[in-house]
């Protein structure tokens, strides 16, 4: 029945001559993904392997001593000018040592990340952040490199070279600078309201002057998305972004709980709102998507959408936010739910199969490897929602016990071993590279 059903709400999509507008393909999609959602088993997920209680000393064994160089080597006081250099050469072989000792990854699969130049494009994310705005908490470039990993994982799969092109920079950057505003308690609801609708009529290309200083940092980054894509010959990257900037008014708008039964489409607007948010990285990264392309990275926004309120639920519970989780929370534990989330994972993941390539299959490979102990770690810790039972069944899957894991985060503060001091030893504060900024001001 799910088959057939989803078979005609894309027959319904495609059969025009030409690939849907974003606003009807995302309402067509959010009800492919609602039926798929209600569809899955809340069966307990199965893995490819687990770990017994020898296996497991051995790799917190492991974890320890690496964390203990990388402390030592950290307080040691430079001694040679490409310290630096070597340090992020050593840690790099010893990550990937762990990597294929503890996870079982090859060489191969390790291997994607340096040969794809990944960890040069988050550096010159990193400075082109700090150039933009000097002022920038390390906290929320983290946040918008979150975004940029996503977008740079897209080009791959779509057969692009991987690299910081100023639309990506620009879509990334929004996500912190748009938060803080509207996040900010010295903001009224009507300089907030305002600023929505400015936002709103500049992704629709019109002219309005910006009112703050705030707002033309906002518009600067719009201004770059368009100095990369013209706007008569991207339609799609500007529907895409009008697409993403309405599910999350609607998002906005949802009333906090308790609401009245059946008045708000929980399970709708969370749908809409992480498909969106991922279609417009990959119509950013491209510039345009076929309508197979449209489904794949829209699907799997709706699956990163459940990971990230699976992740809040305790804090989307003290701010009396409505989520698919927080719901299901009020209602007892979240084992169901969670297995309900594994089983759609597992639909989602399927679609990756047709990006399959020489190229990205070792990609494919470390991301759905990741993602399952992604999710464990997450219940993990949001343990108080789950029942020891439920905590028991997927500790066996994990490489490390949940106990030394709470002492490995404790160890990780104790020691001040912060991403903002780990990117100083790992990168120099100068990249040859040149800079996006000088880019997108036409300095190239």
């Known amino acids: 029945m799910l088959n057939q059903q989803e078979t005609t709400l894309k027959v319904d999509v495609s059969s025009a001559a030409v690939i849907p507008t974003i606003a009807d393909f995302v309402i067509a999609q959010t009800e492919v993904n609602r039926r798929r959602w209600y569809a899955v088993e809340e069966r307990l997920p199965g893995f490819p392997c687990g770990y017994d209680r020898e296996e497991k000393k051995a790799n917190q064994k492991r974890f320890s001593e690496q964390l203990d160089w990388l402390t030592i080597n950290l307080n040691k006081k430079p001694q040679y000018e490409d310290v630096g250099k070597y340090f992020a050469e050593a840690a790099g072989h010893r990550f990937k040592v762990l990597g294929m000792n503890v996870l079982g990854l090859t060489s191969e699969q390790l291997s994607v990340f340096e040969k794809e130049g990944l960890v040069e494009l988050s550096q010159q994310f990193f400075q082109s952040a700090r150039e933009f705005d000097p002022a920038i908490p390390m906290e929320d470039i983290f946040q918008a490199s979150r975004n940029v990993w996503t977008a740079t994982y897209l080009q791959i799969l779509l057969g692009l070279e991987a690299k910081l092109t100023p639309a990506i920079f620009a879509y990334s950057m929004l996500y912190p600078v748009t938060d803080n505003f509207l996040d900010d308690p010295a903001r009224t609801k009507t300089e907030k309201m305002e600023f929505n609708r400015h936002f709103c009529v500049w992704l629709n290309g019109e002219d309005v002057p910006p009112q703050n200083p705030h707002e033309e940092t906002v518009l600067r980054l719009i201004k770059m998305i368009e100095g990369q894509f013209a706007r008569d010959l991207y339609p799609q990257v500007y529907e895409s972004l009008l697409a993403i900037f309405c599910a999350q008014q609607e998002s906005l708008l949802m009333p906090t709980y308790p609401a009245a039964p059946y008045s708000v489409d929980v399970l709708g607007i969370t749908l809409s709102k992480g498909g969106t948010s991922v279609l417009a990285d990959g119509v950013l990264a491209a510039g345009q998507l076929t309508l197979e392309q449209m489904q794949t990275v829209f699907d799997y926004g709706c699956f990163a959408q459940f990971m990230d309120d699976q992740e809040d639920v305790a804090g989307d519970l003290r701010a009396h936010s409505l989520t698919v989780f927080t719901e299901a929370a009020r209602a007892g534990k979240l084992d169901a739910t969670m297995n309900r989330l594994f089983a759609y994972s597992k639909v989602i993941l399927a679609e990756l199969d047709g990006f399959m390539s020489e190229r990205t299959t070792p990609l494919i490979q470390v991301s759905l490897k990741g993602i399952d102990l992604l999710l464990i770690d997450a219940c993990a810790r949001t343990r108080a929602y789950y ?56 300095k190239n």
């Open 387 to 442: 029942s020891r039972i439920y905590l028991d069944y997927l500790e066996a899957f994990f490489p490390v016990s949940y106990g030394y894991l709470n002492n490995l985060r404790r160890q990780i503060q104790k020691r001040n071993l912060s991403l903002e001091r780990l990117m100083k030893a790992f990168w120099p504060e100068k990249l040859k590279a040149a800079s996006l900024i000088d880019q997108t001001s036409g």
